[in-house]
């Protein structure tokens, strides 16, 4: 399931981890912030992306 904001799974999701995004792209956490995460997607590049579209590294972005 995706990072809800304030769910257990959202607070435990830590820069360094890696996760991938509801559009299928990969990456690791670099920032949490309140709303998003900045995920690093290739070396020095960057996103920001909203909690609710991250998923831990291994689930299915698609399930439901």
Same mark, same amino acid.
């Given at each position: +399931? @995706? #990072?809800?904001?304030? +769910? $257990?799974? #959202?607070k435990e999701t830590a820069v360094g981890d890696a996760v991938i995004t @509801?559009?299928?792209?990969?990456?690791?956490?670099?920032?949490?912030?309140?709303?998003?995460? $900045?995920?690093?997607? =290739?070396?020095?590049? #960057?996103?920001?992306? =909203?909690? +609710?579209?991250?998923?831990?590294?291994?689930?299915?972005?698609? =399930?439901?």
């Amino acid at each position: +399931s @995706a #990072c809800l904001v304030g +769910s $257990e799974m #959202c607070k435990e999701t830590a820069v360094g981890d890696a996760v991938i995004t @509801a559009g299928g792209v990969h990456g690791e956490i670099r920032k949490v912030r309140e709303q998003t995460f $900045e995920v690093e997607i =290739a070396h020095d590049v #960057c996103i920001e992306i =909203a909690k +609710s579209s991250v998923y831990p590294l291994g689930t299915d972005p698609n =399930a439901r």
